[in-house]
């Protein structure tokens, strides 16, 4: 059995340790502390210690029990015996004058619950075996109160309870428990003056509709004769058809009627000899209560200025209908329960909504008074909203039906479905539109695993780490030959074309400490890489070309680093070539904000020469001061976290990730989570390839063991849990693809346009294969800047690896062309590629493969239709033929004229005409040309408006390709 102390067991029991010492030392349980254990018998001696000081739980209240039988009248002339039966618990008040609001109990048997109750009262029995009518009267009208305060006096755990309830609680908790009281009784004090508000505005509601049904009531008091009355007037003493006696519902009934209204004061005691569809005098029960019990009478309601008082000669009328208001009113399972489940009967009513045969408005009118219902303000509800939602959730969260919220979208040019998914922002204008409060939800992820481990981390000490250092600049300016020196290596030699193409991680040691480097490519399609390589960088040495000066892409290696604030240390490159400016230079980077320190900035220059060697200690001296000065501190026996730098599909060994080392140390072994990849580190290697088995902060490894070829630039850390690293990698796929579904716009009413003109865009389709991530990201991103208006390029599928056989086939199902970059197909491939007639194309530099798509979109452009003049003809003759029409006689005097080319008709520098040749003829032969120079007759076709000296000008239309 587990033991637990005390502190534990008074966290259990919501007492504080102390006040849980004191009543063990009263129970006699001896401890000191709150770090002491508890046994089973000190926890049974401290409880039967307890019941002791709190006494007996005392009954709160009085059951009486009332059970009736009567005689229901069914349609075939039989009768149906109907025993009920009821159970009422009176509370019982703690003051004895407030022992008179049991009064209205009184007329049902008492006697046998009181002696269940409490076994002292005798006079109760007595009333059972006498039921004489005028003592329970009595017994009504004043009730004594001296057997109730014997019988509470009876028990006198009282002035024991108060002290023990103050011994338990703190005065704060006596406080705030005599405050919820005062308030409860504030709100029933409130509930019940609304709820008078309520029946006087129904009483007054139907004496209005009372008084417009029946304009004429006094007419009809004659047709009650007296005799009739007495018929069905006072029984003799004896018969059960009467009235009973107070106090008992199963004696022979006196003389009398209970079917006449009752007296005041109670709703349920015989009525006086009369008619019980009459009126009832004060005491109507369709009153409010007074405050402190809900079954007594209620008083009389208040007049009702316009209402017509019915006679009593209509009230006791023989012939009334049946489903008058008095059945409804009177003998009922429960008076004060209403919409209670009553009787069935054929011809009869229950007394709720059951339909019967006679009455059927009235009834159903009487029966539809609800009880008051406090008037409500629309509810606003705050929508926590995921990233996706269906529309039936979206429709729970707001507790409205799914249909408004399809309407709503509707609205908004949106067809959906019930199970159709929605993203967060259009989520949350919907329920913007639909009057609530949209909230963005923090979603309940296993991401948060993450954070609850990194605040959980122990404080570890930070040390002193070497810098990491971004070489960025414009392509062809020197970047990786200045590396090159700096590693004594030959990268710029091995790189295709001679440009770099991939981020390339290396560290280099010098005499003064060890500086990691980061290469980036300069070419504009490498915009992505140069941002994440000055994200994870800490010093940017810009590299510019001292011949050639600012480009583009040094003012976008500037802006890149002043958007990560970083500091940036500038290398003035190629300094001994014989057109250098470093003057101009200078002036060009002040012009974006990179000042120099002899100018009074802060930016350090400095002149080198990568090819000649030149003053390359000089920079990395000031990489080292600028490092010195930033105080570079990391934890190092910690759990690594990092940044992918670059990743790729290797054929041997899988996905490969470069991972640059922030924080702490990578050990072989470890289980990494970068974004969707996750696994266990197989291999480790630096950037020579040798295989390592640690790296400490800024260091560049690269990692085998990865589920998947993870984004470049996606934050890395190690998990103690496999498990753990596995869920969260799911979790994020999921969510991922759930986005990006929740996004497709297909069915938006804005993109309906864009939609109808599709079919006149051409496309062309590309599946893209690279060598590394980085790679097929710009080599995409490049590719589709070139798309316009006429066609545009659609990338169905890029990744990196091999091209592999599940690519050609999405290529012959979709017509796409299938571009390699730095990748070769594999045999399968590459035969089911020529079968099929599948194009793949093979690139190892940017520049080729975007030019040959360029060209490939201009030859999917429409031809553009440009004019050519061929040449002017003279008019000089015109020669009227009849059935024929008027034949020119001309001199082709510019050019030359063709019989397949179309005419202008100009008459005084104004065009007239424009059609094309019926014939044309030289002498009396037919001919397709006539140059300049020669005679020709010639007739237009459907025109014969001509004159002498009108002129002719030959011209056709060319079509002429067109070039992005």
Known sequence: MVLTNVKQFASEMNLTP??????????????????????????????????RSHGAREDSGITLTRKSTSEVKKADGGTVTVETRKKRVVARPEDAPRVEAAKPAEPAPVAAPVVEAKPEP???????????????????????????????????????????????????????????????????????????????REERRQAAKLAASQPAPVVEAPRAPEPAREERGPRPAGDNRGPRPAGDNRGPRPAGDNRGPR??????????????????????????????????????????PGAPAIPATVAGRPDAKKGGGGKKGGDRWDDNKKGGRGLKTKGGDAGNDWKSRGGKGRHKQGNNQHAFQTPTEPIIHEVLVPETITVAELAHKMAVKAVEVIKALMKMGMMVTINQVLDQETAMIVVEEMGHKPKAAQADDPEAYLDVTDGATVEVVEQSRSPVVTVMGHVDHGKTSLLDYIRRAKVAAGEAGGITQHIGAYHVETPRGMITFLDTPGHEAFTAMRARGAKATDIVVLVVAADDGVMPQTIEAIHHAKAAKVPIVVAVNKIDKVGA????????????????????????????????????????????LQAEVLELKAPVDSLAKGIIVEARLDKGRGPVATLLVQSGTLKKGDVVLAGTAFGRVRAMMDENGKAIDAAGPAIPVEILGLSDVPQ??????????????????????????????????????????????????????????????????????????????????????????????????????SKAIVIGFNTRSDAAARKLAENEGVDIRYYSIIYDAVDEVKAALSGMLAPEKKEQVLGTVEIRQVITVSKVGNIAGCMVTDGMIKRSASVRLIRNHVVVHTGELESLKRFKDDVKEVKQGYECGLMLKNFNDIQEGDQLEAFEIVEVARSL
Request: hydrophobic share 35%; net charge negative.
């Open 122 to 200: 005798k006079p109760e029995p007595k009333v059972e075996i006498k039921p004489e009518p005028k003592p329970e009267p009595k017994v009504e009208v004043k009730p004594e109160p001296k057997p109730e305060p014997k019988v509470e006096a009876k028990p006198e755990p009282k002035p024991a309870v108060r002290p023990t309830v103050a011994s338990i609680l703190t005065p704060e908790e006596i406080a705030a428990r005599e405050a919820e009281e005062k308030r409860q009784a504030a709100f029933r004090a409130r509930q019940e003056a609304l709820m008078r508000e309520k029946i006087e």
């Open 712 to 813: 470049a630039g996606e934050d890395t850390m190690v998990l103690a849990d496999e498990k753990k690293a596995r869920e969260i990698a799911l979790f994020r796929a999921g969510k991922f693809r759930d986005v990006r579904l929740a996004k497709q716009q297909a069915s938006k009413l804005e993109n309906m346009f864009a939609q109808m003109t599709e079919g006149e865009v051409q496309t062309l389709s590309l599946i893209i294969k690279a060598d590394v991530q980085g790679s097929y990201e710009a080599l995409a991103g490049s590719l589709q800047k070139l798309s316009t208006d006429e066609v545009r390029v659609s990338i169905l599928h890029s990744g990196v690896g091999g091209i592999s056989e599940s690519d050609i086939n999405l290529a012959i199902a």
């Open 263 to 304: 007296p005041a004061g109670d709703n349920r005691g015989p009525r006086p000899a009369g008619d019980n569809r009459g009126p009832r005098p004060a005491g109507d029960n369709r009153g409010p209560r007074p405050a402190g019990d809900n079954r007594g009478p209620r008083p009389a309601a208040p007049g009702v």
């Open 581 to 624: 400016n470093i003057e101009r230079i200078r002036q060009e980077l002040v012009a974006h904000e990179v000042v120099p320190e002899d100018w009074g900035g802060d930016t350090q220059f400095v002149e080198v020469s990568a090819k000649m060697g030149t003053n390359i200690d000089g920079l990395l001296e000031a990489i080292l």
């Open 18 to 51: 102390e006040r849980l010492l004191e009543q063990l030392r009263a129970a006699g349980v001896s401890k000191r502390s709150s770090d002491d254990t508890l046994s089973a018998q000190d926890k049974s001696q401290l409880l039967d210690y307890l019941k």
